[in-house]
Structure formats: C-alpha cells, structure tokens
C-alpha cells in the first residue's frame, strides 16, 4: 500500500491509496472554485493519499448536474481561484487530478429544461419524474463537446492540477454514448461498439494532443451499467484495452448510472450474491481485465478495511485502492492505514427511518455531501448528523431551486 507507482507517462505516485471523486456541490454562483475547496484538499492532501481526484467539474454552465458545480468554460475558467484548489491539493507531494464531466441526460429538471444525448431516450421508472427527456445532440455539437473536455484540461494544467481525469462512468454523457440503450444513433458515434467508443476515443486523444506526453489523463470507466441492455462487462474489456493501447495512464473502475446506482453499493438486478458479499464492489470485473490493459487500475467502491484492501493489491486485482466516502468522514483514514492494520472506514449504512423517504431521497450523496462543506468551513466531518434532518431539508431545497433555477 505504501509503494509509489510510476505511470505510463513518466509521474509518480507516492503510494497506492486514492481519494475517488466526489462532487463537492459547492461552487460560488458563478461557478467557480472558493476558499471551501481550499479549506477541503488542504485536509485531503495532510490525509496522506498519493492521489486525489477532483469531484466532477463540467464542461458547460447550460448543462450541470447538479447546482453548485465548478464549470470550466471559455471566458469563465476561474484560473485564480483554481490555482489556489490546486495549490492546496498537491502539498506534501500528493497528485490532484481535475474530474472532467457533462452530465448528459443526468441533468435533473430544475437544471435542464431540455438536456441533451446521443439519443433521446426518456429515464425509465420513478427518476422520469425528476429528469425530463433529452434531445439527441447534433455532429457539431459533440465536436464542440470533445473541445470543451479539451479545453477544461488544459485549464486545469495551467492551474497546476497534476492530472485530470475522464468521468466515463456512472451513466453521465460519456458512459451514455458508450451505452447501445442510451445511444441509439445510426451515424459514426453510435450502432457498433467501434462507433460508440468513438466519443471517448476522440476525447482522449485531443486531450492528449493538448497536455502532451508526460501529462497523466486517466479515465472512469463503469465495469457495467447494470441495465438490460446496456454497457456490458465485455464491452467494457475491450474500450479499457482501448483506451490502455492509446496511451492512458490510469483506468477507475466503477459501475452503474443513476437508474442502476452500483456505484455505491446498491444491490442490482442480475448481479451474482457473492460479488455483493465481497468488500469491493468491482473486484471480480477487475481480476478479468486486469489481464487484458498494460496501464495501472484503480478499483473503486465498497473498500472498508486494511485487510480487504492488501487483499486486492497482493492479488494483484489493482494497482491503486479508490477511498470516497471513507474520506468524507476521516480526511486521515489514508495516513492511518499506511501506519497499521486496525484502520476500518466509519462509513456505515444510512437511513433515514423512513423507508419511502429512503426510497425517494439520494441519501448517500446528501449526507457525505454535508460532509465535505464541514470540511470546507474548516470543521470536522460528523457522523452524527441527522440522515432524517437533512433529507428533508434537501428535498425542500430541491423544491425551491426548482421553481428559481430551471436554465435551458
Ligand atoms: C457525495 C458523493 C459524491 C460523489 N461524486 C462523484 C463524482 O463527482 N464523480 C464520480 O466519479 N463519482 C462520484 N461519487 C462516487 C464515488 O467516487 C465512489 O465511486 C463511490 O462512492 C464508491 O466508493 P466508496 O464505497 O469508497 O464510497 C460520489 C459519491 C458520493 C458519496
């Protein structure tokens, strides 16, 4: 756990512990970085970590996911500010790589009036209710989405960030124009697996033409979507063999989107009980892919434990253990694993007590959420805020931002 780790592109990681994305949904109302995201890496970079991953920054203020996201954009970067993020994230000799995100059709209602796609396919069951339907986007427009994700990049160089990393996951544009469910196009960015890797494909490489050889670019890749008919562990293999023959320095696995959230543990259809009883939640996909990509893996999702976490490494499953919501409640948890093996993460299950309000509410996002602002107001993070208090204050919060905020 304490080895470093060069990659592919010549930079150096201190060790093999990694904070995984999280956005922190707290941007000042232009958009840009604050003192908060200072105040939080600050903590990050003390808690001992060879890495850190910005939560998602978007590409386009027209399309967030979510209000208070750091946006990236000609004529608004926010260099300033996002050079003091970056200053805060790379003391003591830690990486802090950007996210770089467009949400797609994942932009909820009071945010995107029409959001856009590769195809216009409508979220299925309850979440219809809080996302409307999206428009297929235009050849041009995808172009100019390929330069936007291009653009944030190198912003992000500029400011010193030390890597970035593309989200492909979690059912986002990306992970969507991969999906043959969300991606129903006849042109060249849809039908064959060939064409619906071509957006990512693309990304990757312009980016690459941008920042140059010895920049890290790592991408978030879901081992699957979880959805009938959609991304596929098999299809997932072979654009992570892909993205690894074209140069990329380091492939996250995840899994799932909004209407399948395995990202977080939630069980899903189809998947065998003995993956679900295994710490990591990804860990058999990343046995058979690690195999098939010469770049390093980051296995993300469900590690709680010292010993889960060697287990993995000396099995050789992944090269980096990917730590979020161990983070949000002990910025330290890294420096305490690195020192000894009685470290356990305090991430617990969450209820609120209600189970319809459980069913409706995105609990594990509000509450580690609420987290990471105590961070960024210089407190400590505090496991015994109230699950009950603060999905009712979210829902009433997403009830007036719904009548002020709607954008496009
Ligand atoms: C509050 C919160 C925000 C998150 N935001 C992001 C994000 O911006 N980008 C991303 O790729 N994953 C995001 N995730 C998912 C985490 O990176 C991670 O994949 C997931 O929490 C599983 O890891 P864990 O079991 O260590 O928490 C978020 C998770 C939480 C709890």
Not at 115 to 135: C, D, G, H, I, Y
Not at 140 to 145: G, L, N, P, Q
Not at 287 to 310: A, D, H, Q, W, Y
């Amino acid at each position: 756990m304490s080895q470093s780790l060069t990659l592919p592109c010549g930079s150096s990681l201190k060790n093999r512990i990694a904070k995984s994305a999280m956005s922190e949904n707290m941007a000042s109302v232009d958009h840009q970085a604050n003192e908060l995201f200072v105040k939080a890496y600050d903590r990050w970079a003390q808690g001992g970590a060879g890495l850190l991953i910005s939560g998602n920054v978007m590409v386009d203020s027209r399309y967030l996911g979510e209000p208070k996201n750091v946006v990236i954009e000609k004529g608004r970067e926010g260099l300033l500010n996002l050079k003091k993020w970056a200053a805060a994230g790379t003391l003591n000799n830690t990486h802090l790589w950007m996210q770089i995100n467009h949400p797609g059709k994942q932009s909820p209602k009071f945010l995107s009036h029409k959001p856009v796609a590769p195809s216009a396919v409508p979220f299925q069951s309850s979440l219809a209710k809080l996302f409307n339907t999206p428009r297929e986007l235009a050849h041009e427009e995808i172009e100019e989405i390929i330069e936007r994700f291009t653009y944030a990049a190198v912003t992000a160089q500029e400011a010193g960030f030390t890597g970035v990393q593309i989200h492909g996951a979690h059912g986002y544009l990306v992970s969507q124009f991969l999906s043959p469910l969300h991606n129903q196009r006849t042109d060249v960015w849809g039908g064959s697996l060939e064409n619906r890797m071509r957006f990512v494909m693309r990304i990757y490489q312009s980016m690459r033409k941008a920042v140059g050889p010895y920049f890290p670019i790592g991408i978030k890749l879901n081992s699957a979507d979880f959805q009938k008919g959609g991304f596929t562990e098999e299809d997932s293999v072979q654009v992570a063999q892909r993205l690894s023959e074209a140069g990329i320095d380091l492939i996250e696995i995840s899994g799932g989107t909004y209407e399948a959230p395995k990202m977080t543990g939630a069980p899903a259809a189809g998947v065998k009980e003995t993956t679900i009883q295994r710490e990591a939640y990804f860990l058999e996909y990343c046995e058979k892919v690690r195999s098939r990509v010469s770049c390093p893996i980051l296995l993300t999702g469900g590690f709680r434990t010292f010993f889960g976490m060697e287990q993995a490494l000396e099995a050789k499953a992944c090269c980096l253990i990917g730590l979020a919501r161990s983070l949000a409640l002990n910025p330290m948890f890294p420096s305490q694993l690195l020192s000894g093996e009685s470290a356990v993460s305090e991430v617990k299950p969450l209820s609120t007590g209600l189970k319809s309000l459980d069913k409706v509410v995105p609990l594990e996002i509000i509450w580690y959420t609420q987290q990471i602002h105590r961070m960024g107001r210089g407190m400590n993070p505090s496991p015994q805020l109230s699950p009950l208090v603060l999905a009712i204050t979210s829902a009433w919060d997403m009830g007036i931002q719904s009548l002020f905020r709607v954008r496009n």
